[in-house]
C-alpha cells in the first residue's frame, strides 16, 4: 500500500511540476504590457477584432473607373498567434482549387513590431511590413520593410487599415510598380451578415 501512496505522490507531483514548467514558459512568451511590444501587440489585437467575412467594392483611386467587388476574410489562426487576411474577387466561389491569383496576408506580432506579411498575387512575391497604430486606435499604417522573391512585376510596398466602427472598415494597399511608379487601390468594406 505505500508503494502505491509513494508513486501516486510522485506522479501527481511530476504533473504539478510539468504544469507550472509550462505555464512559466507560456507567461514569457506572452508581451509584456508596456513598452513596444506592448504596442505590437495591442494593434495585432485591434486587427484581430476584424476577424469575419467582409463585402465591398475595390477602386484604384487614381482611376476610379477601374473597380470592382470584392469579398475579404479575416481570421485569426495559430492559436490567437496570427490573422489570415484573404481577398478574394465577389462572385467566385469557395472551392480552394481555384484560388491562384488571390493575395493572402499573413499578420504577426514579432519581437516588438507588428508584421505584415504580404504572398501577392500580381508580383509573386512576398513584400514585409512593419505596422504602426495611430493613437486614437483606429488606423493602422505599414510601412514597407524588404520583398523576397521576383520584383520584375514590382511589389506591395504600403497598406493602411482603418476601423470605422465593428462593421466597417476600409483598407489602402500600395503598389510599387518597377519604374518606381505608386499605384493606391482603396476599398471600403462592410462585415457580411451571418446566416
Same mark, same amino acid.
Given at each position: 500500500?505505500?508503494?502505491?501512496?509513494?508513486?501516486?505522490? %510522485?506522479?501527481? !507531483?511530476?504533473?504539478? /511540476? %510539468? /504544469?507550472?514548467?509550462?505555464?512559466?514558459?507560456?507567461?514569457?512568451? %506572452?508581451?509584456?504590457?508596456? #513598452?513596444?511590444?506592448?504596442?505590437?501587440?495591442?494593434?495585432?489585437?485591434?486587427?484581430?477584432?476584424?476577424? #469575419?467575412?467582409?463585402?465591398?467594392?475595390?477602386?484604384?483611386?487614381?482611376?476610379?473607373?477601374?473597380?470592382?467587388?470584392?469579398?475579404?476574410?479575416?481570421?485569426?489562426?495559430? $492559436? #490567437?498567434?496570427?490573422?489570415? +487576411?484573404?481577398? =478574394?474577387?465577389?462572385?467566385?466561389?469557395?472551392?480552394?482549387?481555384? $484560388?491562384?491569383?488571390?493575395?493572402?496576408?499573413?499578420?504577426?506580432?514579432?519581437?516588438?513590431?507588428?508584421? !505584415?506579411?504580404?504572398?501577392?498575387?500580381?508580383?509573386?512575391?512576398?513584400?514585409?511590413?512593419?505596422?504602426?497604430?495611430? /493613437?486614437?486606435?483606429?488606423?493602422?499604417?505599414?510601412?514597407? !520593410?524588404?520583398?523576397? #522573391?521576383?520584383?520584375?512585376?514590382?511589389? =506591395? +510596398?504600403?497598406?493602411?487599415?482603418? !476601423?470605422?466602427? /465593428?462593421? +466597417?472598415?476600409?483598407?489602402?494597399?500600395?503598389?510599387?510598380?518597377?519604374?518606381?511608379?505608386?499605384?493606391?487601390?482603396?476599398?471600403?468594406?462592410?462585415?457580411?451578415?451571418?446566416?
Amino acid at each position: 500500500m505505500k508503494a502505491i501512496s509513494f508513486l501516486a505522490s %510522485t506522479l501527481i !507531483l511530476s504533473v504539478s /511540476t %510539468t /504544469t507550472a514548467l509550462a505555464q512559466a514558459a507560456q507567461r514569457e512568451k %506572452t508581451p509584456k504590457s508596456d #513598452g513596444q511590444s506592448g504596442a505590437a501587440q495591442l494593434a495585432f489585437d485591434r486587427l484581430a477584432s476584424l476577424a #469575419g467575412n467582409w463585402t465591398g467594392q475595390a477602386a484604384v483611386v487614381a482611376q476610379p473607373e477601374m473597380s470592382a467587388p470584392m469579398r475579404m476574410s479575416l481570421r485569426v489562426t495559430s $492559436g #490567437g498567434s496570427a490573422l489570415l +487576411h484573404e481577398m =478574394m474577387p465577389q462572385g467566385r466561389s469557395d472551392d480552394p482549387s481555384n $484560388g491562384d491569383n488571390d493575395p493572402i496576408t499573413m499578420l504577426y506580432v514579432e519581437n516588438d513590431r507588428l508584421i !505584415l506579411l504580404m504572398y501577392c498575387d500580381g508580383g509573386k512575391n512576398r513584400a514585409r511590413m512593419a505596422g504602426t497604430l495611430s /493613437t486614437d486606435g483606429k488606423t493602422a499604417t505599414f510601412d514597407f !520593410l524588404d520583398v523576397s #522573391g521576383d520584383t520584375k512585376y514590382g511589389h =506591395m +510596398h504600403h497598406a493602411v487599415f482603418t !476601423l470605422i466602427d /465593428t462593421d +466597417h472598415h476600409s483598407e489602402d494597399w500600395t503598389y510599387m510598380t518597377p519604374d518606381g511608379k505608386a499605384v493606391t487601390g482603396h476599398v471600403e468594406l462592410v462585415r457580411a451578415k451571418r446566416g
